[in-house]
């Protein structure tokens, strides 16, 4: 278990408020699954495959970034048009597709689950904007999940939605909210999404962020799950509570580029 760092809660800011100022800069975007969705100007095209992106970003960045590359080419790099217009037969050569354990009846399975969502629900800030809560978008993630799998489907994509409401940290789609919704002067967030405030959001938690955060003693407890999650996220509500998961930046980039 990695030593706690004793900072005081003003020392650990200013440390932090440095990390983001470093990290939180257009050069990230090079080395990050996001610039997959920088391709795009339409608002649709840059949520469809930022989502996609999201859905693949576990595992090796240089080979998630290439699958997204792939899979923005099936989709004849117009996603929006793609999920919107596809015929059944389109979806075919969709099958060879395979990143981890999504494979391309996965993707096949997404593109009309996401034909669904634009066509019965209004779009997906229309779906995660719909619960009114005001503290966090955990409950809008389950309600997406809901509203992703109503229509017939493959039992096996389910596992690639995760639900907070069974305790998941759902990072994928949490990181997939930051960078919708987040606010960024710096241009790496998008922040196309106004319907919903960044200071919902949640820290995407995975093993990096994790370890960093345990070590500054934001976090205690030791799985990276949904309590885990809610934990840092009141850690980092205490920092700055109308942008907590700026420190998204500051814990990956100290964890991922400095082995900190």
């Not at 290439?66 to 989709?75: F, T």
Request: aromatic share 10%.
């Amino acid at each position: 278990m990695a030593k706690t760092l004793k900072l005081s809660k003003k020392e650990l800011k200013e440390f932090l408020d440095a990390k983001v100022e470093q990290y939180n800069h257009p050069k990230f975007i090079e080395s990050d699954p996001i610039q997959i969705p920088h391709q795009f100007s339409k608002k649709e095209d840059i949520e469809i495959s930022g989502f996609l992106t999201a859905t693949i970003a576990w595992g090796n960045r240089k080979s998630i970034i290439n699958n997204a590359h792939k899979m923005m080419q099936l989709l004849e790099q117009s996603p929006y048009d793609f999920v919107m217009n596809h015929q059944e037969s389109d979806l075919e050569k969709l099958t060879n597709f395979v990143h981890r354990t999504f494979n391309g009846d996965d993707f096949a399975q997404f593109i009309r689950s996401l034909n669904h969502i634009y066509k019965s629900h209004n779009g997906l800030e229309a779906v995660f904007s719909s619960t009114k809560e005001t503290q966090s978008l955990q409950n809008a993630i389950h309600k997406f999940k809901t509203l992703f799998f109503e229509i017939e489907h493959l039992p096996r994509t389910q596992k690639h939605v995760s639900d907070p409401l069974k305790n998941s940290a759902a990072k994928r789609i949490n990181m997939y909210l930051r960078w919708m919704v987040r606010q960024d002067q710096n241009g790496v967030d998008f922040g196309i999404w106004n319907s919903m405030s960044p200071s919902q959001l949640s820290c995407p938690l995975d093993v990096h962020s994790g370890n960093v955060a345990r070590k500054l003693g934001l976090l205690k407890r030791k799985q990276n799950d949904g309590k885990a999650l809610s934990e840092l996220d009141n850690a980092l509500r205490k920092l700055d509570a109308q942008d907590p998961v700026k420190y998204d930046f500051a814990l990956f980039g100290l964890g991922v580029f400095e082995g900190f």
